[in-house]
């Protein structure tokens, strides 16, 4: 057991770019969550994987975001034109049962 | 929709005492999951405690328990014996166990602890 792992730690992007993060998680687990965390806030959802499916994404995901998670492997978030209120952790979770989620540390993201 | 309320920003503790964090919520369910978890300067949200609704029995993991009272909504965290260690962000959260999103964890704001040597 490895761990959630998730790249990179931290981004810094200009605004208009796009990114794209990874998370790998621990194997076996199928189910992958996103989760993201502006200072002083608690992590909010994103979004939730089961295998391969994206079951549901939060009204907080706009156009601009999309995730997959193709094999139900590893896990990709990607923002395109990102904008200064993008800025915030983005923590990947796994689980193999839905109340024990494994948390990786997090890819820090600056939009200048 | 669910909320959690963590009422302390910030709490200190010196070194082998006691420290409570406080936490309340509001649903209107009667079966969910709570939780604690611990988020030190590593960043990684460490689980430390769950508590099943159900389940009229604090958890206890340690030096860690819970005061769950659910008619008041409350579930607060006891830590023992502080150490250094426990210098974190501590996050309370409410998973509900059933319908759709049975799988969503609602956060509070946090609460920093400090232990002090």
């Known amino acids: 057991d490895t761990g959630v792992s998730q790249d990179p730690r931290h981004k810094i992007t200009k605004r208009g770019q796009n990114v794209t993060f990874r998370c790998d998680p621990i194997?076996?687990?199928?189910?992958l969550y996103w989760y993201r965390q502006t200072l002083g806030q608690g992590p909010e959802f994103l979004t939730y994987f089961q295998n391969e499916a994206q079951l549901e994404k939060s009204r907080l995901l706009s156009d601009r975001f999309s995730a997959e998670r193709p094999k139900g492997s590893f896990s990709t978030l990607e923002i395109q034109r990102t904008e200064q209120g993008d800025s915030a952790m983005y923590l990947c979770?796994?689980?193999?049962?839905?109340?024990?989620?494994?948390f990786g540390s997090g890819t820090q993201l600056s939009v200048l | 929709a669910q909320t959690v309320t963590q009422s302390q920003p910030e709490m200190s503790v010196q070194e082998a005492e006691t420290v409570t964090l406080s936490c309340t919520y509001d649903?209107?369910?009667?079966?969910?999951?709570l939780f604690w978890y611990k988020q030190p300067p590593s960043r990684q949200m460490i689980l430390v405690i769950r508590q099943e609704a159900y389940k009229q029995q604090n958890a206890t993991e340690n030096r860690f328990s819970v005061n769950f009272q659910k008619a008041a909504k409350s579930f607060s965290l006891k830590i023992s014996d502080s150490q250094l260690g426990d210098t974190a962000m501590y996050f309370c959260?409410?998973?509900?166990?059933?319908?759709?999103?049975?799988?969503?964890?609602?956060f509070g704001k946090g609460t920093l602890l400090t232990v002090n040597p």
């Open positions: 649903t209107s369910e009667s079966n969910y999951y």
């Open positions: 194997s076996e687990h199928n189910r």
């Open positions: 979770a796994s689980s193999l049962v839905r109340e024990k989620l494994f």
């Open positions: 959260a409410f998973m509900t166990h059933q319908g759709g999103s049975n799988y969503k964890l609602t």
